[in-house]
């Protein structure tokens, strides 16, 4: 089967722009979770969505914004993109009940000049 | 708010050393804990979870057993391989669907 998937794999932007990640899940799974890992931390949680609803949120601004498709694909998108941004983003993919495993893509790589 | 706070690393053992990582949570309620492992060049992959109080949960020679009174969660494996090598990552859910996860320890298994 195949895993969490996630595209593009690498990308570069310019301070001020626009970028839209996306992550599809697991067969089955409905819930998708995004976080955002810089360089020697751990995963900061971004949202989850969980049936096309926000389940979610953290302490992110509001440049930072989310979508759940009817096929449990999802988008992350960032606006007015600062070089802080720049980061792995990852996105996990699960069942959605409580505690359930979540199983992460590989990344996108987000670096921002 | 919630948090977890591991120990840091690097951590280097010699193969066949004992192995601990130290985590501890601060969390509202009752949270499910989980460790988490990223290999040199791999995602991250869930290695053990515990969902209530004196729960241990285990997975390849790891064991981590969930101490409510200490608000703990320390990684052990009685001897480590090479293969060990990689970043470990303690994380809680408090069942608000908002994961918290440690900085990592970065461990270093040495021939």
Same mark, same amino acid.
């Given at each position: ?55 979610? %949120?953290?302490?992110?601004?509001? %440049?930072?914004?989310? %979508? ?19 980061? +792995? ?20 790589? +987000?670096?921002? +000049? | ?111």
């Amino acid at each position: 089967d195949a895993g969490v998937t996630q595209s593009p794999t690498h990308l570069i932007k310019t301070r001020g722009q626009q970028v839209t990640l996306r992550c599809s899940p697991i067969s089955g799974h409905k819930s998708v979770s995004w976080y955002q890992q810089v360089l020697g931390q751990g995963p900061q949680f971004i949202f989850q969505y969980y049936e096309k609803e926000e389940r979610g %949120r953290g302490n992110f601004p509001d %440049r930072f914004s989310a %979508r759940q498709f009817p096929n449990y694909s999802s988008e992350l998108n960032v606006n007015a993109l600062l070089l802080g941004d720049s980061a +792995l983003y990852l996105c996990a993919s699960s069942l959605g009940g409580q505690a359930d495993t979540q199983y992460f893509g590989p990344g996108t790589r +987000l670096t921002v +000049l | 708010g919630d948090s977890v706070t591991q120990m840091e690393g690097p951590v280097t053992l010699s193969e066949e050393a004992f192995l601990t990582i130290n985590c501890t949570y601060t969390a509202t309620g009752y949270p499910s804990l989980f460790w988490y492992v990223q290999y040199p060049g791999e995602g991250l992959q869930l290695l053990l979870k515990a969902t209530k109080a004196d729960d241990k949960g285990s997975n390849k020679g790891f064991e981590a057993t969930y101490r409510k009174e200490t608000t703990s969660f320390h990684l052990e494996k009685g001897s480590v391989q090479v293969s060990d090598s990689a970043v470990y990552f303690c994380a809680l859910d408090s069942g608000t669907y908002k994961y918290i996860f440690g900085t990592g320890t970065r461990l270093k298994v040495l021939a």
